[in-house]
């Protein structure tokens, strides 16, 4: 049985429903009251059930929806013109949400939506080394290893909110191609 399309206010009721659940679950966590979400969207309570009958279905949402923007903010960035830049941007948007990340994560399990986020990580390290502006030595898996660390520290350092800024600052700078000298480093 296929699903029929939603109509109009329906697809809007769900977006606000999604959006203020990711807001809750951020503030709040993952046991945010529902009834709040409803009412922040906008929507009553039997209108969140019938589109989310279980938490769950909920969460799931919400964590699709973080694995999806980074993925089409990943194809907008293939096209930049500096690769290095675009990879920047789009460690700097990882760190950004690892936040909801952990809080949804512990949720669900992470294996299917790792898969295309480390691909589209590959694509924009990829081209960022062809270009001779990355590390050759430089993986995927280490740079979200990276993002996440950051994201730890800055959680466990609130009343630091430059500390994110300044941690990925310190990983793009050592992500960044060494110029060939002729010269061995001692």
Do not use: C
Not at 14 to 31: Q, W
Not at 97 to 124: F, M, N, Y
């Amino acid at each position: 049985m296929t699903e029929r399309p939603l109509r109009a206010d329906a697809r809007r009721n769900r977006e606000r429903l999604v959006a203020e659940a990711r807001a809750a679950f951020l503030a709040d966590g993952t046991h945010a009251s529902l009834e709040e979400i409803a009412r922040r969207a906008g929507v009553g309570i039997g209108t969140l059930y019938r589109h989310f009958p279980r938490r769950e279905d909920l969460l799931e949402a919400v964590f699709e929806g973080e694995v999806h923007a980074l993925l089409d903010l990943g194809r907008e960035l293939a096209r930049e013109a500096d690769p290095f830049a675009a990879l920047g941007t789009w460690l700097r948007a990882v760190v950004e949400r690892h936040r909801a990340w952990q809080a949804l994560a512990s949720d669900r399990p992470t294996a299917t939506s790792r898969i295309p986020v480390e691909q589209s990580g590959k694509t924009l390290l990829g081209r960022a080394q062809r270009a001779g502006a990355a590390r050759r030595e430089a993986t995927v898996p280490d740079l979200l290893r990276l993002a996440g660390a950051i994201g730890r520290a800055a959680d466990d350092a609130p009343d630091d909110p430059g500390l994110p800024d300044r941690l990925l600052h310190l990983v793009i700078e050592g992500l960044r191609a060494q110029p060939r000298t002729g010269k061995r480093a001692r």
